[in-house]
């Protein structure tokens, strides 16, 4: 892959990168003059529509397309809420540009809410994320000092407030609606949808929901141009309509069994291979590699084998994964345990299911259940087929759940047990020697931390 220039992550290692003025030296709130003294809101969403920006906050939908669904009619007010409430395990591309360049990610929401007329926007922030919400609001205080926020921002007539919310460490809280939902200070179930947020989002007001590193990539977009964007990625498949292609940079983290773990910016698109050996410094320990999760265990899982897969949005799903996720790349050497790695996968979702859908709620529970009974030596090669029937029965893409919660519970289940079916079969043998054939239903075991079942 060719050098390129990091923009995203060009200020993180100077003195201060977090200040108003450091950014500014750095050409910073530039954009945003160019946007208000020139551009109308509407030349703003065909820029960024035009550019190909996808979101960066797992599903991967076109930017622009997702301000241009806003009703045009609406007397308002209109609303930005921006998702910073990075729960993904293995993410933390996020915090690295809230705690390093907080300005950066500013300055794209104000371009973001001209866009889209807002004229407040609502930061959700993970509680966890103490040194990240005390650089926001500096920034915030800073911006509003300078009359960069409140009314009449830079003097052009345009007016913004940002106010930081903090959440209570709910990874559903990820999911737009539920997101608004505690936002408006109630339970975090997710919204039946339609009415989508754009209609009806926010004290049921027009809202748009944006990720902290989308937004981050518009200044540049406004700065360097639609070209330039689009130099860098992978294009749009002619031969798939439903591929709008993977353009601009993208910060990939990247952890677990590896040298060098950290996040790395570059061209949507580098392979997991790539990302693991050039940036990550190979597998620790001089181990072998044995699978790695794409982005985010939501993902699923690539077998070692298919580590030359592209990480753009549409690579992932050609080696059987949910998709591109959030690009953290968490690496397994060949020690794992692939009965560990699922078992601690079932647990997790189990845990974070809200609980307002049937099958998520019982399907995550009960393959947690499973899989802590398999590894206390009582599993049946049964259970391999009853987990496979849940996988496939959650989730949005069978039509049975609210939001996506349940297809991210799912993947590692089905990728799990169709790419490494012979390790579970025979983990299973050895610690339950005489009753892995039986096939009778089998009394569910007490699972610490949830009770009896």
């Given at each position: 892959?060719?050098?390129?220039?990091?923009?995203?992550?060009?200020?993180?290692?100077?003195?201060?990168?977090?200040?108003?003025?450091?950014?500014?030296?750095?050409?910073?709130?530039?954009a945003i003059r160019k946007v208000l003294g020139e551009m109308s809101p509407v030349q703003v969403v065909d820029l960024v529509k035009a550019s190909?920006?996808?979101?960066?906050?797992?599903?991967?939908?076109?930017?622009?397309?997702?301000?241009?669904?806003?009703?045009?009619?609406?007397?308002?007010?209109?609303?930005?809420?921006?998702?910073?409430?990075?729960?993904?395990?293995?993410?933390?591309?996020?915090?690295?540009?809230?705690?390093?360049?907080?300005?950066?990610?500013?300055?794209?929401?104000?371009?973001?809410?001209?866009?889209?007329?807002?004229?407040?926007?609502?930061?959700?922030?993970?509680?966890?994320?103490?040194?990240?919400?005390?650089?926001?609001?500096?920034?915030?205080?800073?911006?509003?000092?300078?009359?960069?926020?409140?009314?009449?921002?830079?003097?052009?007539?345009?007016?913004?407030?940002?106010?930081?919310?903090?959440?209570?460490?709910?990874?559903?809280?990820?999911?737009?609606?539920?997101?608004?939902?505690?936002?408006?200070?109630?339970?975090?179930?997710?919204?039946?949808?339609?009415?989508?947020?754009?209609?009806?989002?926010?004290?049921?007001?027009?809202t748009v929901v944006n990720n902290i590193e989308t937004l981050a990539c518009v200044p540049h977009i406004v700065n360097r141009g639609v070209d330039?964007?689009?130099?860098?990625?992978?294009?749009?498949?002619?031969?798939?309509?439903?591929?709008?292609?993977?353009?601009?940079?993208?910060?990939?983290?990247?952890?677990?069994?590896?040298?060098?773990?950290?996040?790395?910016?570059?061209?949507?698109?580098?392979?997991?291979?790539?990302?693991?050996?050039?940036?990550?410094?190979?597998?620790?320990?001089?181990?072998?590699?044995?699978?790695?999760?794409?982005?985010?265990?939501?993902?699923?899982?690539?077998?070692?084998?298919?580590?030359?897969?592209?990480?753009?949005?549409?690579?992932?799903?050609?080696?059987?994964?949910?998709?591109?996720?959030?690009?953290?790349?968490?690496?397994?050497?060949?020690?794992?345990?692939?009965?560990?790695?699922?078992?601690?996968?079932?647990?997790?979702?189990?845990?974070?299911?809200?609980?307002?859908?049937?099958?998520?709620?019982?399907?995550?529970?009960?393959?947690?259940?499973?899989?802590?009974?398999?590894?206390?030596?009582?599993?049946?090669?049964?259970?391999?087929?009853?987990?496979?029937t849940i996988g496939d029965s959650i989730g949005i893409m069978p039509g049975t759940t609210i939001c996506g919660l349940a297809d991210g519970a799912?993947?590692?289940?089905?990728?799990?047990?169709?790419?490494?079916?012979?390790?579970?079969?025979?983990?299973?043998?050895?610690?339950?020697?005489?009753?892995?054939?039986?096939?009778?239903?089998?009394?569910?075991?007490?699972?610490?931390?949830?009770?009896?079942?």
């Amino acid at each position: 892959m060719a050098e390129f220039e990091p923009v995203l992550t060009a200020n993180i290692h100077k003195p201060d990168s977090h200040t108003l003025p450091v950014y500014e030296a750095s050409g910073g709130y530039q954009a945003i003059r160019k946007v208000l003294g020139e551009m109308s809101p509407v030349q703003v969403v065909d820029l960024v529509k035009a550019s190909g920006l996808r979101g960066r906050g797992g599903a991967g939908f076109p930017c622009g397309l997702k301000w241009s669904f806003l009703p045009q009619n609406h007397p308002g007010p209109f609303y930005m809420c921006i998702n910073a409430d990075e729960s993904e395990p293995g993410t933390f591309n996020n915090r690295i540009l809230m705690e390093q360049d907080p300005h950066q990610v500013i300055e794209g929401i104000m371009i973001g809410c001209y866009a889209t007329k807002a004229t407040t926007a609502y930061l959700y922030l993970r509680y966890e994320y103490p040194t990240a919400y005390r650089r926001l609001q500096q920034a915030i205080d800073e911006c509003y000092a300078k009359g960069y926020l409140g009314d009449n921002c830079f003097g052009k007539g345009f007016s913004l407030n940002i106010y930081m919310h903090r959440g209570a460490a709910a990874y559903i809280c990820g999911e737009e609606t539920g997101l608004i939902e505690s936002l408006e200070g109630k339970r975090a179930w997710p919204r039946i949808k339609p009415p989508f947020p754009a209609i009806e989002g926010a004290f049921k007001k027009p809202t748009v929901v944006n990720n902290i590193e989308t937004l981050a990539c518009v200044p540049h977009i406004v700065n360097r141009g639609v070209d330039w964007f689009k130099s860098m990625g992978i294009p749009a498949d002619p031969n798939n309509p439903r591929d709008p292609g993977s353009y601009g940079p993208k910060l990939y983290c990247i952890s677990g069994h590896i040298e060098k773990p950290g996040c790395y910016e570059m061209p949507l698109g580098v392979t997991c291979r790539e990302l693991v050996e050039r940036y990550g410094g190979g597998v620790w320990k001089g181990r072998k590699g044995k699978a790695a999760i794409p982005g985010g265990i939501s993902m699923g899982l690539l077998a070692e084998s298919e580590w030359d897969t592209k990480l753009d949005f549409a690579g992932p799903g050609k080696a059987g994964c949910l998709g591109l996720g959030t690009a953290a790349v968490v690496v397994l050497d060949e020690t794992v345990s692939m009965v560990d790695f699922l078992h601690n996968s079932c647990r997790f979702f189990a845990h974070e299911s809200c609980g307002q859908c049937t099958p998520c709620r019982e399907g995550t529970s009960w393959s947690e259940r499973i899989l802590y009974r398999i590894k206390q030596g009582k599993g049946r090669l049964k259970d391999l087929d009853l987990l496979q029937t849940i996988g496939d029965s959650i989730g949005i893409m069978p039509g049975t759940t609210i939001c996506g919660l349940a297809d991210g519970a799912a993947w590692p289940i089905k990728n799990a047990l169709k790419k490494f079916r012979g390790e579970f079969e025979d983990y299973i043998k050895r610690t339950n020697p005489n009753g892995w054939a039986n096939a009778q239903p089998v009394e569910a075991l007490e699972v610490i931390g949830l009770g009896a079942h």
